[in-house]
């Protein structure tokens, strides 16, 4: 008997039955390039500043946390800008439970929230863990979306969340504001929560405006980040979003105590006040995403224009066996089950210069 036949014997919900769990491969292998890590690591200063501040903790440890994480919401409000203040922000343990807690406030049950695949692959996972019907919107043949079509899908269904992923995973691209704007107008008869995903924000090319500048006036608009991408924390676990302060008062009603630990609050704050050295890998890595880009190019493939750390690809004849030569070749890249694409983190100058040769090499073939 399996692992999931043994599961099935259990009382599961009856909508979890047969389903996977959310999980890109974890492999032993030199080169990372597949779940869009910033592989630069915490520059020396800022890993000095966060062990100082996680140290500072330690003698409090038997204490609960600061429930309402001040120090960091207002940190965070200052990185952000746009004349935001501590009431604007909410954080939690990634943009994934930031994600969820709005759904567990806005969504459940006789509720449904919208998306439009491709996209970040856990809005629908999500979604049914906390009971909320999802809806797949749909996108043009280059995956690309207007504000026409978004908006005039999101009459038609009349959700109660929507989801726009900007710039889009896996895509890569960025959406327009008008966008944004159209689909919250478009919601204001179903009163949707629109949720603005802008987890890979620093990464968009100069002049790429951000959705933080629609929220003033705009009371079911959410712009979510997260610090797991920019500032390389992915192993701290820290997501935030802003909006108005009646967001993160919903959210107070379902969110579990004391959620943020001290520690996270601790090495979030010297993070941010940090945050000119570990920004400054983002202008790295986005020469290295736009090499990637380039050399694709002349390659023959077929690169999405990226404003992320990663470029989504096509042009493959056979994008499983490409997958499997880098992986032999010691690159782990990312397979999202799209036809003829594949996905692959841009890294250190080093390790994109491995993913390009290897990949010459099997083309070669």
């Known amino acids: ?34 779940v869009n890590e910033n592989t630069f690591g915490v520059p020396l200063d800022a890993k000095e500043a966060i062990l100082k501040a996680v140290s500072d903790e330690l003698d ?29 922000i909410w954080a939690a343990n990634g943009s994934n439970e930031v994600l969820q807690q709005l759904l567990q406030a806005f969504g459940g049950p006789g509720r449904s929230a919208m998306g439009f695949p491709p996209t970040y692959s856990m809005y629908p996972l999500l979604a049914s863990g906390t009971g909320t019907a999802y809806v797949a919107g749909v996108r043009g043949d280059d995956y690309s979306l207007t504000a026409e079509s978004a908006a005039g899908q999101v009459r038609a269904q009349a959700p109660n969340i929507v989801f726009l992923c900007s710039p889009n995973n896996p895509t890569g691209t960025a959406i327009g504001l008008d966008v944004v704007e159209a ?17 890979y924000a620093e990464f968009a090319h100069a002049g790429t405006p951000s959705a933080l500048s629609l929220l003033e006036g705009r009371p079911r608009l959410v712009v979510s980040r997260t610090m797991s991408k920019a500032f390389a924390l992915a192993g701290a676990r820290v ?17 579990l105590p004391y959620h943020l630990s001290a520690i996270t609050q601790a090495t979030a704050v010297a993070a941010l006040r940090n945050s000119d050295a570990l920004l400054a890998n983002v202008e790295a890595i986005k020469v290295q995403r736009d090499r990637i880009v380039a050399e694709l190019l002349a390659m ?19 994008p499983a066996a490409v997958w499997a030569g880098l992986l032999a070749a010691g690159v782990l890249i990312r397979d999202v089950g799209i036809p003829g694409h594949l996905r692959v983190t841009a890294g250190t100058e080093a390790e994109t210069t491995a993913f390009l040769d290897g990949l010459r090499a099997i083309l070669a073939k």
Do not use: C, K, W
């Open 239 to 255: 997501g935030y979003l802003a909006s108005a302060p009646e967001v993160a008062d919903a959210i107070r009603l379902v969110r």
């Open 1 to 34: 008997m399996d692992q999931f036949e043994r599961l099935s014997q259990l009382p599961l919900r009856d909508d979890l039955r047969g389903q996977h769990p959310y999980g890109a491969p974890q492999l032993d292998v030199p080169i990372l390039l597949n």
């Open 60 to 88: 409090g440890l038997n204490r609960y946390p600061d429930r309402e994480f001040t120090e960091l919401r207002r940190a965070l409000a200052a990185y952000l800008g746009h004349g935001l203040v501590e009431e604007n």
């Open 300 to 318: 023959g493939l077929a690169p999405a224009p990226s404003d992320s750390n990663f470029v989504f690809f096509g042009g493959l004849a056979d």
């Open 183 to 199: 689909v919250y107008a478009a919601g204001e008869a179903s009163q949707a929560i629109v949720i603005v995903d802008e987890a």
